[in-house]
Structure formats: C-alpha cells, structure tokens
C-alpha cells in the first residue's frame, strides 16, 4: 500500500523556526510536494523535490531523500499568518492507467506571539 | 494565473438526492482531480482524468461517479447521496501527467441531511 505520514500537530512561536517532517512509501515516485492550506481556503504551493537535497525558496526551504523516502519542511522567521496545515504529497503510481498526488493527513501548524 | 473554479461554496442536499459538482479550469489543462477532504483523514482522491472522456478511480470512488466532456470541465456526480457524503469536495487540475504541480478550486462544502 501506499503511506505519507506526517504529525498532526506542531506548535512554534514567532520569529522561530519550525521543520515539518514527512515520511513516504508509495508505489513508485515522481516527485514531492509541499502545499500550505490556510482554514477553509484551498491548498496552495510551497514547493517540488523531486531530486536529493535542499530547495529554499525565500523563508521556505524543503529537503529531499529518496533512498530514505523522507523530506521536510523549514519555515523560518515565523509569523502568525504561517499558522496553517501543510500537506505533503508525493507524485506516485495511482493505479494501473496511471499516476496521481497522494497526500499526507497534513500537518496543523500553530504559530503564537 | 491558472483559475480553477467550482459551482458552488456550500451545498445543502438531502439524502437519496442526485448531486452535481461541477469544476472548471481555464488553463488547457489535461488532467483534472477531484478530491474529497474529511478531519484526520486528509485530501483523499476520488476520480481523475487525463483526458477528455476518460476517466480514473481513485482511492475511494465508491458512490460516486464524473463525467469530462470538454477539457476545460470535470463533473464529480453522487448519484444518490448519503450522510456520509458530507464533506468538503475540492477539485484540482495539473498541465499534463509528467508535470503535476495542481491547481486548487476553493472547495464545495457539501453537507447531506
């Protein structure tokens, strides 16, 4: 079966810096991706790994390692609107047609002051 | 700036009705999703499509079914909806199957009485 397991919750204080894990087993990869998902509102992009290493994009950064089938997420310099889920899902063989985004359950970040 | 829109931000059925979820894209995209989302258990995919009329089950496509006649729409149908329907339904779309950054609508929150 195909599994991304991710924690529930994680709380962080402003101007901190927080790291999402993510751990993966699928059938079969093509990518990594993070997405932020603010209560009520659509999952947005964060960010792809599809090779081994780091991606840092502004105060976001996300890791990669295949052979480990592991990754996360950094968020830095914290605020309060990073208070969000953050999904991670991996690019996998859906079915015998073809291939899909499987998603982890999300992460609920909670950022105070 | 890829637009995906849903008919609808709240749907209040009754049970046994037929429901339609209608997701539109503006974008050419080739493939499009439709997920379900639920407390504790994440973005769960239903169905997809990499084409027009063709179609995919995803991992819970039970009582459900769609239908992709043009490109730019994908329609997620219940034929007979149920309590257990009720959800957030969230429909996504990607430019091709090697390329699966996707593209969120901003969900239909369905409640079934």
């Known amino acids: 079966g195909q599994n991304i397991d991710q924690p529930t919750e994680m709380t962080a204080t402003e101007g901190a810096i927080v790291q999402i894990n993510c751990t993966y087993q699928?059938?079969?990869?093509?990518?990594l991706f993070w997405y932020q998902q603010h209560a009520g509102e659509a999952p947005t992009f964060l960010s792809y790994n599809v090779l081994d290493g780091l991606e840092e994009k502004g105060r976001f950064s996300s890791f990669l390692s295949r052979s480990k089938g592991y990754s996360y997420l950094l968020l830095k310099e914290l605020q309060m609107k990073d208070s969000a889920s953050y999904l991670c899902a991996v690019h996998s063989k859906a079915n015998q047609a073809g291939t899909a985004l499987i998603f982890g359950k999300g992460t609920t970040l909670s950022v105070s002051s | 700036d890829v637009k995906v829109t849903q008919s609808s931000r709240y749907l209040v059925k009754r049970t046994g009705e037929k429901v339609f979820l209608e997701c539109v894209q503006d974008m050419d995209h080739e493939n499009m999703f439709w997920y379900r989302q639920d407390p504790g258990l994440g973005l769960r995919l239903i169905y997809f499509?990499?084409?027009?009329?063709?179609?995919e089950k995803g991992d819970i496509p039970e009582g459900y079914s769609v239908s992709r006649e043009k490109k730019e729409r994908f329609s997620l149908i219940l034929e007979s909806a149920s309590t257990n329907q009720t959800s957030m339904y969230l429909c996504a779309s990607s430019l091709a199957q090697d390329i699966n950054e996707q593209f969120f609508g901003p969900g239909t929150r369905l409640t079934v009485l």
């Open positions: 699928t059938s079969g990869f093509n990518g």
């Open positions: 499509s990499y084409d027009v009329k063709m179609k």
